[in-house]
Nanobody, 123 residues
Framework: QVQLVESGGDLAQPGGSLRLSCTMS????????MAWYRQAPGNQRELVAT????????NYADSVKGRFTISRDNAKDTMYLQLNSLKPEDTAVYYC????????????????WGQGTQVTVFS
C-alpha cells in the first residue's frame, strides 16, 4: 500500500517562506504525476499545484501562481513545494498525492491521503 508522508510545515509570518517535502513509500514515484493539495479549516481540499513525472511541466492554482514552486527529485523519491510571499490565507494543512493528470481541472488523487503538514501564517 502506498504511503505518502508530508513534512516541513511550520509557523511563518506574512511574506515569509517555507519548503514542504513529500515522500512516497513505493518505487513508483518517478512514474507518477504528483500534486500538492491544501485544506483550510472549514474548507474543501484544494488542488494547489501539479508536476509531471519528468518535472518539466508544472501547473498552479491562480491563488498561488507566482508565489509557490513545485519541484521533484526522482532520485530521492521526493517532491517539494517552495512557499514564498506567504499570506494568512495560505494557512492550511498541505497534502501530497499522485494524480491522474497534470491538468488541474482533470486531476484526481490516486492514493489514500497521508497526515499532511500544517502551515500557519500569522501576523
Amino acid at each position: 500500500q502506498v504511503q505518502l508522508v508530508e513534512s516541513g510545515g511550520d509557523l511563518a509570518q506574512p511574506g515569509g517562506s517555507l519548503r514542504l517535502s513529500c515522500t512516497m513509500s513505493e518505487s513508483i514515484f518517478r512514474y507518477n504525476t504528483m500534486a500538492w493539495y491544501r485544506q483550510a479549516p472549514g474548507n474543501q481540499r484544494e488542488l494547489v499545484a501539479t508536476i509531471t513525472p519528468d518535472g518539466r511541466t508544472t501547473n498552479y492554482a491562480d491563488s498561488v501562481k507566482g508565489r509557490f514552486t513545485i519541484s521533484r527529485d526522482n532520485a530521492k523519491d521526493t517532491m517539494y513545494l517552495q512557499l514564498n510571499s506567504l499570506k494568512p490565507e495560505d494557512t492550511a494543512v498541505y497534502y501530497c498525492n499522485a494524480v491522474n493528470s497534470y491538468r488541474l481541472s482533470f486531476s484526481k488523487p490516486l492514493y489514500s491521503w497521508g497526515q499532511g503538514t500544517q502551515v500557519t501564517v500569522f501576523s
